[in-house]
């Protein structure tokens, strides 16, 4: 697996999205109440995606194929409203690296003003080791729950 030896502070890349119907937040958690009760404008979780991706298109030049980046930190700000049909432009910029993790200032814009600023940060993974050693195990309590009726609801066991 890659130490990143080449990601240093400062890399910056920059994505472009294109804001549609579907990430008004009414539709995220449309069977939600207080959700429906929202304008339409675009949810804070599309947000945090769309800031996302920015940092993790740019670590993508520095992982092998087998590896994966895995969001471990979001602080993010939605600072201003966005409508359906904007275009945002989303430029994350590496501001810090140590080891497998890093962390990114990010901020989004409008054509009207700044969005959302704030950090996002990746830890990188190996992607099958992940899966084998930390996904395999939580399944495996899952599927043995439902079958002796163990219902997971809200933090809480229902028999």
């Known amino acids: 697996m890659t130490e990143f030896p080449r990601l240093t502070v400062g890399v910056e890349h920059t994505v472009v999205f294109h804001v549609g ?14 959700f429906a009760r929202k304008p339409e404008v675009m949810a804070s979780g599309w947000l945090v995606g769309v800031c996302e991706w920015p940092a993790m298109e740019a670590l993508r030049a520095y992982m092998a194929d087998i590896e994966c980046s895995l969001g471990t930190k979001v602080a993010i700000s939605h600072v201003a409203p966005i409508l359906a ?30 969005v959302a600023v704030g950090t996002v940060g990746f830890v990188v ?21 439902s079958h002796r009726g163990l219902v997971v609801s809200a933090g809480k066991i229902n028999r």
Do not use: I
Request: hydrophobic share 35%; glycine share 4%; proline share 3%.
């Open 125 to 145: 993974v190996e992607l099958d080791g992940f899966v084998r050693d930390k996904l395999v195990p939580k399944l495996s309590e899952l599927n043995e729950r």
């Open 21 to 34: 119907e579907q990430h008004m937040v009414r539709r995220l958690l449309p069977d939600v109440e207080e």
């Open 85 to 114: 049909g904007a275009t945002l432009s989303v430029t994350a910029r590496c501001k810090y690296v140590k080891g497998r993790y890093s962390e990114w200032a990010v901020q989004a814009c409008d054509s009207h003003e700044l």
